[in-house]
């Protein structure tokens, strides 16, 4: 009975063995593989072997077992420091304020409550960004200087644009840099070290200084002057020869030429100053009578050559003669664009010239500059019957 009871009970072990699928062989964990973006391995509970069990008792328990840990809870994850959604962070940035002209800011940021929200475009974007935005009341050049004790290389975006639509205007490899701002326009600065592993405080600075006009290369008429905004956004005046309409000096361009009578001698002579280099005849072969092209980069006048009637004569002296020194070139043509057909002209030897109308029309003259020695000129123009 002894002998049996062993061998019973043998037999009853070798079956919960079997029942259990496993269970009495190798105890080594289920193997999972680790994918980007996903820390956890894989539950051991959903091995095809762990639904043997399920029979055992007919006990289908889903409470876990107190002493084994449940491998189906994830690892806790590390914050994301990319939110889902970064305007939002733009626009939560500090606000600086509307600067006035010549006006001075500075704040302090920390990069130790700083968070990597965005990319830069010039930039790895491993670092953590400060965010500030402003405006400004004026056309104004803005100087931004990033000082700190402990971090030296900076990176610089600079956004314009709504929060929510913020768009890239420049990126710099430096935390000292100058541009223009306008006003109406919201600007974001980005800065942003260049060592990931950077620490410590910073002081952003923003000084505004105004310009005298804007936008650069634009013209109003005062009079008979022309006030001009230059390229450095500084204001210049000057008197035009002939009047000053339409933002421009008289006979600065074909739309505002300078109208002359059909017949007669008219004189021009003043300052070049309020003019511009509106046309150039640089390789324009067939303007020229020598066929020898040059560029003609100097400033022009246009005069209107109106009404004029076949076989009369147009002389147009721009020599020594009557008093001008600079070197120019004469040009009568048909039309008025930006490449105006030439009908005759050129850059004469004695800087005259004598052409004579094929037929009755409107025509237009162009002095125009190939080099100039002085601001003042002299021509004359003669239409004879």
């Known amino acids: ?81 990319t939110p889902e959604d970064p305007k939002a962070e733009l626009c939560d940035a500090p606000y600086l304020g509307t600067l006035a002209p ?51 290389n900076w990176n610089l975006q600079i956004n314009t644009g709504t929060c929510e639509a913020s768009a890239r205007l420049a990126c710099f490899g430096s935390g000292n840099q100058t541009f223009f701002a306008e006003p109406g326009i919201e600007y974001h600065l980005l800065l942003e070290p260049t060592n990931r592993a950077s620490t410590g405080e910073v002081q952003v600075s923003i000084d505004t200084e105004a310009f005298a006009c804007f936008p650069a290369k634009s013209a109003t008429c005062n009079g008979d002057e022309i006030e001009r905004c230059d390229v450095d956004y500084t204001m210049s005046s000057s008197t035009c020869p002939a009047g000053c309409s339409d933002d421009a000096c008289n006979g600065d361009l074909c739309e505002n030429a300078i109208e002359m009578d059909p017949s007669g001698t008219m004189r021009l002579e003043g300052s070049l100053a309020g003019l511009t280099n509106a046309y150039n005849f640089a390789g324009r072969t067939e303007c020229f009578d020598s066929g020898e092209p040059l560029p003609t980069r100097g400033k022009d006048i246009v005069v209107a050559l109106n009404g004029l009637r076949a076989g009369q004569t147009v002389n147009v002296d721009t020599s020594q003669d009557i008093g001008d020194t600079n070197d120019n070139a004469i040009f009568i043509v048909n039309g008025c664009d930006s490449t105006p057909t030439c009908l005759a002209g050129g850059d004469t030897f004695d800087e005259k010239l004598n052409w004579q109308v094929p037929a009755d029309g409107d025509y237009l003259l162009i002095i125009d500059l190939i080099s100039n020695t002085s601001d003042t000129f002299t021509y004359q123009i003669t239409v004879d019957e």
């Open 1 to 81: 009975m002894m002998y049996q009871s062993k061998t019973l009970r043998l037999f009853v072990a070798i079956a919960a063995c079997a029942a259990l699928a496993g269970a009495c062989g190798d105890d080594d964990a289920p193997n999972g593989t680790i994918t980007p973006g996903n820390n956890s391995a894989p539950d051991a509970s959903d091995d095809a072997s762990a639904d043997a069990d399920a029979g055992d008792d007919g006990d289908a328990t889903s409470d876990p077992d107190a002493a084994d840990p449940d491998t189906t809870s994830p690892d806790v994850e590390e914050p994301d420091t």
């Open 102 to 152: 010549n006006q001075s800011t500075s704040t302090v940021g920390d990069l130790a409550s700083a968070e990597n929200n965005f990319a830069l475009s010039c930039a790895p974007g491993i670092s953590r960004e400060l965010v500030y935005r402003f405006a400004v009341e004026q056309p104004s050049r803005v100087r931004v200087r990033a000082l700190s004790e402990t971090i030296g």
